[in-house]
């Protein structure tokens, strides 16, 4: 396959040097959006990638994608392997993420891994924070991403072709295959992704001791039993009826193939504690929309099949490699949704939703024949007004009332209000105060060993307030943004180790969320260089008031494990006719690992800081559009830990070629 990935490689590479002596350029015009504030997002706080950065993130996981281009705490274990978000301070499974309007937070873990979805197949991201995420789910206390897919209805035939190759063996390709007219859409995207991953690295939780200086000696290794390949299909069909009548199927496909690396703790040999996972899913999503003159009418199909293996193997002498451990976990998820939105009068806005979704879920571990099978019933009702008072002065009621195998939890409110400052330049105060609940996961009531039955639901009160602003001075667009956050969580859910020998789900007394968040974007031109800079930064609080009885007094008040208090990045990019500059800076304070936060070596996560650099050229053959980019990562090869035992690469590098046409 590399071999085959290098002939190709060499091919464009052929064409590319051919092309900048026979092709012309292509200067990129300078794109000028505008958008009404539309009234059914009134003083909810929607933030959207930059189809820019969405662009440029065809290489980027969506984890990735989120730590480069907002203030959300993304935790990675390494390339290729689970990547999970803290988004204001919440906990992994207080984060949902919604494709076409369903979610794909599993049933039974409870949260979403960020690693296996691919910034390529996103049309459209949206992100919602805090209590905004009730506008289109619910249990999401840290707040909900959207990833939407659309049709081109412009479209008539297109092909994209994108292939990396980079260090550690790294292949990426993609194909993109667009046909249709305006009536009818096709589209298929496919991914194939591989890496060996065998990054060196100093390992400075193993060391010898010179007998003449006392120094520290440590040893360098090498990152292995760390390879992986995904590979991915992602088929869509839109079909317009007539005008007021569209209907689209979507049919996503995904497997993962990933070996997990032993924590560099680990003193063994290389013939044990050797990990692997296999992640496969199949999702379809079957929707149709009605047009009237005031209102639009959505129904929603959906069926995910979700498959999780986890294998543990060593070797014994005389009989090969045993397995030690053989976990395998399977999920039907079955979702049917109805959407009646009604633009009552000119300055009212309702939206009526209701929604069915039947659980079913199997685990067993096959060297002890311990698990556990359970369904789950989930109806929500879904109610919203929104209503524009005054010509500055809008305002949001959301009500949601959902009920878990016919048992109803508590009502779930949300109230907002926004007022527009100043029209001309654009700057909107908002406010909000809501409240939710998250019901406890399959694995954390039937887990076996370790499930608690007992456990009780989360809920939160939340309280927000912003100011935005997009005001342009001279030819200098500008769009900024504060917001202050203040949540509150009552019986957050934790696993511990227990004093049974393993590790089970309790309920923190109370979390305290709390925190500023600020955003700020630059985009100019000066002559024809076109220029986007913006940055990001985070100020959390995640204290925990739990019960000391259980937690100990060490541990009251502190901030909870893995969330940094401080966390920010900053982005340039600059385009000069067909070439192209983009530069990232990420920056995370220190993590403790421990309630009680330690500071000691072993528990401690010092900050680190992670430039980014990546530059090429755009360039035309005809009506075929050629791109060349190489990335570096790691530029100043800092050396860096996400988690604790979990090695990180240093500086590596990223070769792109792409057409279209």
């Known amino acids: 396959m590399i071999k085959k990935a290098n002939i190709l490689l060499f091919l464009l590479l052929s064409i590319a040097t051919y092309a900048q002596n026979n092709s012309d350029t292509i200067d990129i015009p300078e794109v000028s959006i505008t958008a009404k504030k539309i009234l059914k997002n009134t003083s909810l706080n929607i933030s959207k990638i930059d189809s820019l950065q969405l662009k440029e993130a065809v290489n980027a996981d969506l984890g990735t994608l ?377 694995n954390d009531l039937y887990w076996q060993p370790g499930g608690n039955p007992d456990l009780k639901p989360e809920n939160g009160l939340s309280y927000e307030l912003s100011v935005k602003a997009s005001p342009k001075i001279k030819n200098i667009k500008i769009n900024t943004g504060l917001t202050t956050f203040y949540n509150n969580i009552n019986d957050w859910i934790i696993w511990i180790p227990s004093v049974k020998g393993y590790w089970e789900p309790s309920n923190i007394q109370k979390v305290i969320s709390k925190g500023v968040e600020c955003n700020i974007n630059f985009s100019f031109k000066i002559k024809k260089l076109l220029v986007n800079l913006g940055g990001n930064y985070a100020f959390t609080q995640s204290l925990n008031y739990g019960d000391t009885m259980l937690w100990g007094g060490n541990s009251y008040g502190k901030q909870l494990p893995y969330i940094p208090v401080h966390s920010g990045n900053i982005f340039i990019s600059l385009h000069l006719k067909a070439y192209f500059v983009n530069y990232t800076h990420n920056s995370y304070s220190e993590r403790f690992t421990s309630s009680s936060n330690n500071v000691s070596k072993r528990d401690w996560l010092y900050p680190y800081f992670m430039n980014n650099l990546s530059f090429g050229k755009d360039f035309m053959i005809n009506k075929m559009i050629f791109s060349a980019q190489f990335k570096i990562y790691n530029l100043f090869n800092e050396e860096y830990r996400s988690v604790l035992g979990r090695p990180m690469p240093r500086q590596n590098y990223l070769l792109t070629l792409s057409f279209k046409f």
Do not use: C
């Not at 939780?205 to 090498?222: C, M, R, S, V």
């Open 66 to 442: 989120l730590s480069e281009s907002t203030p959300i705490f993304v935790k990675s274990e390494g390339r290729g392997a689970l990547s999970t978000v803290s988004f204001r301070g919440t906990a992994t499974s207080h984060t949902d993420v919604l494709w076409n309007g369903i979610s794909l937070q599993s049933p039974m873990l409870g949260q979403i891994d960020f690693s296996l979805i691919p910034a390529y197949l996103s049309d459209e991201i949206n992100i919602y924070a805090g209590a905004s995420s009730i506008a289109n789910t619910s249990g999401a206390l840290g707040g909900s991403i959207a990833i939407n897919n659309k049709a081109d209805w412009d479209n008539k035939f297109s092909v994209k072709f994108i292939q990396a190759i980079g260090s550690y063996t790294t292949v990426n390709d993609y194909l993109q295959f667009k046909l249709g007219n305006k009536k009818i859409q096709y589209n298929t995207r496919l991914l194939y992704n591989y890496s060996k991953n065998d990054f060196k690295f100093v390992n400075k939780n193993i060391a010898d001791i010179n007998p003449e200086t006392g120094e520290y000696i440590y040893p360098t290794q090498k990152n292995n039993n760390a390879d992986y390949i995904n590979y991915s299909i992602l088929q869509e069909l839109y079909y317009r009826l007539n005008s007021t009548n569209i209907f689209s199927v979507k049919y996503w496909f995904q497997n993962s193939d990933r070996s997990i690396p032993t924590l560099n703790t680990y003193e063994g040999n290389d013939y044990s504690n050797i990990n692997s996972q296999t992640d496969k899913s199949h999702r379809i999503v079957a929707d149709y929309k009605h047009y009237w003159n005031k209102s639009t009418i959505k129904y929603t199909s959906a069926f995910i099949y979700k498959q999780l293996d986890y294998f543990l193997q060593n070797y014994i002498n005389g009989k090969g490699y045993e397995y030690a451990v053989q976990s395998k976990s399977s999920s039907i998820s079955f979702y049917n949704k109805l959407d009646y939105n009604l633009k009552l009068w000119k300055n009212t806005n309702i939206d009526f939703k209701y929604s069915f979704v039947h659980h079913q879920a199997e685990s067993i571990e096959l060297q002890k024949q311990e698990g556990y099978t359970a369904k789950r019933d989930e109806q929500n009702l879904f109610f919203m007004w929104n209503q524009q008072i005054f010509t500055r002065l809008s305002s949001t009621i959301i009500l949601r009332q959902n009920f878990v195998n016919n048992k109803a939890i508590p009502l779930i409110p949300y109230i907002g209000v926004e007022y527009i400052i100043n029209n001309r330049q654009s700057i909107i105060a908002s406010a909000s105060v809501a409240k939710n609940y998250r019901t406890p996961s399959l």
